[in-house]
């Protein structure tokens, strides 16, 4: 029997204290088989059921949830400790610094009078941070694991900052049609690479974030299909033709 306190309420430091039994000799099996690499999936998946919880506006979840990416942390850290890499007390200490530093007008003496201006500091403080001397730096600094039309979304902006790419809306859609027609003309990967491209910039320009716009349209699109099914009768889909299909789909698409 592990040698355990039980106790009413736990805070981050039984949080650690459990995550380190589980790894020890004689812990969990399945807890001390794991790497980094192995559970990086699940801390993708925690975080999305987080934003989940956030979208559908549920504190209880919310807290579960956050408390399961905590988790990921927890063992990340544990993890990166036995190797002698870094401690959750690094964690925390890095993030309290970077925090601290990119706040000046709040822990120093640098203004900002309103989010715009903190934000500008933020952004600069983090290159001095990260060493980024240009702003072509600051672009391949993007994560590639972000979702694909978030990160097109975050290299557009911050190379909206270097005013080298400054478009107006009218400019915008023109490359937008541009794009659509050299598709519709046999284009392939390119083609359709640069035409969600273009498509990423015209709805950041509108206020529009592109990731929840494609999830509307794909909740739309499933909705439609879903109302399509259920109009086919007992038989479903497959008692259905071909044309009959492109009827009943042409008619929940009107």
């Known amino acids: 029997m592990t040698d355990f306190e039980f106790k009413e309420k736990y805070d981050f430091g039984d949080l650690m204290h459990i995550v380190r039994i589980l790894r020890a000799p004689g ?9 980094h690499e192995s559970i990086r999936r699940n801390f993708i998946e925690e975080t999305c059921e987080a ?12 807290c579960e949830e956050l408390g399961d990416v905590l988790m990921q942390v927890a063992l990340h850290s544990e993890m990166s400790e036995e190797s002698g890499d870094f401690t959750v007390g690094d964690v925390t200490d890095g ?3 970077k925090l601290i530093f990119r706040h000046p007008h709040v822990f120093g003496n640098m203004s900002a009078p309103d989010a715009e201006q903190a934000v500008a500091n933020w952004d600069r403080l983090k290159r001095v941070e990260k060493g980024q001397e240009t702003y072509a730096e600051t672009l391949t600094s993007v994560a590639r694991t972000l979702p694909a039309l978030w990160r097109a979304e975050k290299i557009q902006k911050k190379a909206a900052k270097s005013g080298m790419t400054a478009m107006s809306e009218s400019e915008a859609a023109e490359a937008l049609t541009g794009a659509a027609e050299r598709f519709l003309a046999g284009g392939g990967e390119k083609e359709a690479g640069e035409l969600l491209f273009a498509a ?7 206020g529009i974030d592109p990731e929840d716009a494609l999830n509307s349209a794909s909740d739309g699109f499933t909705a439609r299909f879903s109302a399509a099914e259920g109009a086919a009768g007992a038989g479903g889909l497959d008692a259905l033709g071909a044309e009959e299909k492109a009827a009943l789909w042409k008619h929940e698409n009107e």
């Not at 812990?27 to 790497?35: E, F, I, K, V, Y």
């Not at 990423?200 to 320009?205: G, K």
């Open 200 to 206: 990423v910039r015209c709805a950041q320009m509108r």
């Open 51 to 62: 934003v989940e919880a956030i979208d559908n506006g549920d504190p209880e979840l919310l």
């Open 95 to 97: 993030v309290c610094k």
């Open 27 to 35: 812990g969990c099996p399945w807890d001390r088989a794991q790497t």
